[in-house]
T-cell receptor
């Protein structure tokens, strides 16, 4: 069974440009999460999808970030325009049931975003 | 914000047991305690989780204090592949909050 897949694995873009990160969750997992770790900081929650609906987007830093999950399958996270402070590693995770109870979440390997 | 606290780093010799502690004094009655680890250049990986009773799986054991304000992840025989950052995390409200974790070094 394929795990959570993220791509690209690494992206280098200039400040002001747009970048789109993609996450393919484990098949059948309704719950999809985005987390990120910016330089020197802890891993922070960004948002949570249940199927195609945003269940919680309280961690999204500002309106330069837009997440979508059309059809409830893969998800994209777009940063437009990118700023230097957006550099970091973006993780996607998925779970069959809500990752808040007696279940585990599966993480992808992350996308390392570097804004120069 | 309620948080977990863990030592920044620990060191172990290969094939010896490792006890990784975590304090979570503000835990609520329904919060599960989860442990994940992050190997270099990888995403976080599930290790174990529990609610009240001690838990065992093929990777590790989780010992939960009776008052649930602390827990300990036990690796019974550390290997070089266990070198990673270990996170003790709880679900505060809707989302899991990662702390800085404990960086475990395993010496051959």
């Amino acid at each position: 069974e394929a795990g959570v897949t993220q791509f690209p694995s690494h992206s280098v873009i200039e400040k002001g440009q747009t970048v789109t990160l993609r996450c393919d969750p484990i098949s059948g997992h309704d719950n999809l999460y985005w987390y990120r770790r910016v330089m020197g900081k802890e891993i922070k929650f960004l948002l949570h999808f249940v199927k195609e609906s945003k269940q919680d987007e309280s961690g999204m830093p500002n309106n330069r970030f837009l997440a979508e999950r059309t059809g409830g399958t893969y998800s994209t996270l777009k940063v437009q325009p990118a700023e230097l402070e957006d550099s970091g590693v973006y993780f996607c995770a998925s779970s069959q049931d809500f990752w808040g109870q007696n279940t585990e979440a599966f993480f992808g390997q992350g996308t390392r975003l570097t804004v120069v | 914000d309620a948080k977990t606290t863990q030592p920044n780093s620990m060191e172990s010799n290969e094939e010896e047991p490792v006890h990784l502690p975590c304090n979570h004094s503000t835990i609520s009655g329904t919060d599960y305690i989860h442990w994940y680890r992050q190997l270099p250049s990888q995403g976080p990986e599930y290790v174990i989780h529990g609610l009240t009773s001690n838990v065992n799986n093929r990777m590790a054991s989780l010992a939960i204090a009776e008052d649930r304000k602390s827990s300990t992840l036990i690796l019974h025989r550390a290997t070089l592949r266990d070198a990673a950052v270990y996170y003790c995390i709880l679900n505060y409200g809707q989302n899991f909050v990662f702390g800085p974790g404990t960086r475990l070094s395993v010496l051959p």
